[in-house]
């Protein structure tokens, strides 16, 4: 059975710094996987998908890797700013089918 | 283009009473899922629709809730009769393959009381 884990729960950092986000996954059998924010009483936007084949996306300040003989995939963000104050989620897609298991996400609060 | 679109936004209503969600997907998008997040939890999946037919409803959580896709379009949700513990944000996404990125509507946040 297919288990996401976002590690940390929350990150609060100040403005301009460099981070990183964790995503870890417990089967490597994987489709593809996808990273989302999701701010406060709105939906969910996509940020990066990543295709099982695939080792790195990248749009703007945001790069996501993926390693899936580890189960890993990290999402950094680049001179961070208030505006990417969120929660990042991240979802795979298994091999087997087409739902998207998720982690419980990382809230960001970035420090003017 | 329009993105995915649900309706309502937010309702609320007491145990026992009956709701109905509504999602509109993507113009062309044959694959719509939805999915829920309650209080505390993770997302979890509920079913896929492929056109008018389902895919996989393995997650849906009893037989109170029914999903519809008539013609391949918009579909609807509805839980009869609700329960407290169906209370959190209903999510519904679409995408064009099934391996494709899906996007998620702005969800429907359902209060039971």
């Known amino acids: 059975k297919q288990e996401v884990t976002q590690i940390p729960a929350a990150l609060s950092v100040p403005e301009g710094e460099n981070l990183v986000l964790n995503c870890s996954f417990t089967d490597s059998a994987i489709y593809n996987l996808q990273w989302f924010r999701q701010d406060p009483g709105k939906g969910l936007t996509s940020l990066l998908l990543i295709q099982s084949s695939q080792r790195e996306q990248t749009s703007g300040r945001l790069n996501a890797s993926l390693d899936k003989s580890s189960g890993r995939s990290t999402l950094y963000i680049a001179a961070s700013q208030p505006g990417d104050s969120a929660t990042y989620l991240c979802?795979?897609?298994?091999?087997?089918?087409?739902?998207?298991?998720w982690g419980a996400g990382t809230k960001l609060i970035i420090k003017p | 283009e329009a993105g995915v679109t649900q309706f309502p936004s937010h309702s609320v209503i007491e145990k026992g009473q009956t709701v109905t969600l509504r999602c509109d997907p993507i113009s062309g998008h044959d694959n719509l899922y939805w999915y829920r997040r309650v209080m505390g939890k993770e997302i979890k999946f509920l079913l896929h629709f492929v056109k008018e037919s389902k895919q996989d409803e393995s997650g849906m959580p009893n037989n109170r809730f029914l999903a519809e896709r008539t013609g391949g379009t918009y579909s609807t949700l509805k839980v009869q009769p609700a329960e407290l513990e169906d209370s959190g944000v209903y999510f519904c996404?679409?995408?064009?393959?099934?391996?494709?990125?899906?996007?998620f509507g702005p969800g429907t946040r359902l209060t039971v009381t």
């Open positions: 979802a795979v897609k298994p091999d087997s089918n087409y739902q998207l298991i």
């Open positions: 996404a679409s995408s064009h393959g099934v391996g494709s990125e899906q996007y």
